[in-house]
């Protein structure tokens, strides 16, 4: 089983720049959560996608939106980046009553 | 909103000493889970406690829930340098995890 897997690893951008961050969740699991967690900090939530839809969303811009395709893989897309985009971005999976299942992280860095 | 409160917010410790991590919640505890974050990498569940007064171990680390105190505790027994990391509690509200802010733990041999 590959558990949670997440491309690319490491991305440098520009301010103003687009990005689009990549998850594959775990086998047998239908649910994409997306979290931020800056230096030093937890992660905070982004948002979640089932079934094709954003279930939940947390207090993120709409600079930041994403996609669940019908494989359950997920994207994560942030538009105008700004410097305090910076941070560990990780992809988590679950299905009903399970715990998350966390991916090793996209680390993006803006200059 | 549900916060975490994590303490210590760092911890170092010789091989071999015991130590605790507490995280103690604003609201009532229904259920908490406890992560391990290897540095600048993805989080790694070490387990779930679902009712107060529950107590679960895994190899030598052990976590108990108090729902009275609005706390959990996270013990390790005779640390040893793969312990070190991040130790992240978190709690699921509503489809979401909100975690607390981490506490960094350093082993030295």
């Known amino acids: 089983d590959a558990g949670v897997t997440q491309s690319p690893t490491h991305l440098i951008k520009t301010r103003g720049q687009q990005v689009t961050l990549r998850c594959s969740p775990k086998s047998g699991h239908d649910t994409v959560s997306w979290y931020q967690q800056a230096l030093g900090q937890g992660p905070q939530f982004i948002f979640q996608?089932?079934?094709?839809?954003?279930?939940q969303r947390g207090n993120f811009p709409d600079r930041f939106s994403g996609h669940q395709f019908p494989n359950y893989s997920s994207e994560l897309n942030v538009n105008a980046l700004l410097l305090g985009d910076s941070a560990l971005y990780l992809c988590?999976?679950?299905?009903?009553?399970?715990?998350?299942?966390f991916g090793q992280g996209t680390r993006l860095t803006v200059v | 909103s549900q916060e975490l409160e994590q303490s210590p917010q760092s911890l170092i410790v010789q091989e071999g000493k015991n130590l605790t991590i507490n995280c103690t919640s604003s609201?009532?505890?229904?259920?908490l889970y406890w992560y391990k974050q290897k540095y600048g990498e993805g989080l790694i569940f070490l387990m779930m406690?679902?009712?107060?007064?529950e107590e679960k171990s895994h190899e030598k680390i052990t976590a108990k829930l108090d729902e009275k105190k609005q706390q959990s505790s996270l013990h390790i027994t005779a640390s040893q340098p793969s312990h070190a990391g991040i130790y992240l509690c978190?709690?699921?509200?509503?489809?979401?995890?909100?975690f607390g802010t981490g506490t960094r733990l350093k082993v030295l041999a």
């Open positions: 609201k009532t505890l229904y259920g």
């Open positions: 996608y089932y079934e094709e839809e954003e279930r």
């Open positions: 988590a999976s679950s299905s009903y009553r399970s715990e998350a299942f």
């Open positions: 406690l679902q009712k107060g007064g």
């Open positions: 978190g709690v699921e509200v509503t489809y979401k995890y909100i």
